[in-house]
């Protein structure tokens, strides 16, 4: 694997399954999409922090009624220090822009998970 694959690991944690297809189809996609994802996910000095990009896209998650993903983005909001409180927000911001039709078909499976996570 080249530069920007491997550095989508070290950023990302895990190696997203937009790059492992992109890389199947072709090497420069699939290093350009790991390029994508690593200036994304780069830690920058007065960027927004990692617990706020994963709130994002966890409210994205939700909005869209993404359920594995939302469920995914709360081990990692856990792991960066998100409180109950900013999760909540950011589910009602989901419940804002993406209806609330979406908000309750995901609450029912985020609320359940949030518990057991320890939310």
Partial sequence: MTENIEGVKQVKGTMP???RMAKKMDDDFGQGVAGFYKAIWKDR????????KHLMVFAIACSKNNT????KIL???K??????TEVLDAMMMA?????????????????????????
């Fill in 17 to 19: 399954k937009a790059i």
């Fill in 45 to 52: 000095e007065e960027g927004l922090s990692m617990k706020n």
């Fill in 68 to 71: 594995n993903s939302a469920k």
């Fill in 75 to 77: 081990v990692k909001l």
């Fill in 79 to 84: 792991n960066h220090g998100a409180t109950r």
């Fill in 95 to 119: 419940a804002w822009a993406g209806g609330i039709q979406n908000f309750t078909d995901i609450s029912s499976d985020v609320l359940p998970e949030m518990e057991q996570i320890g939310f």
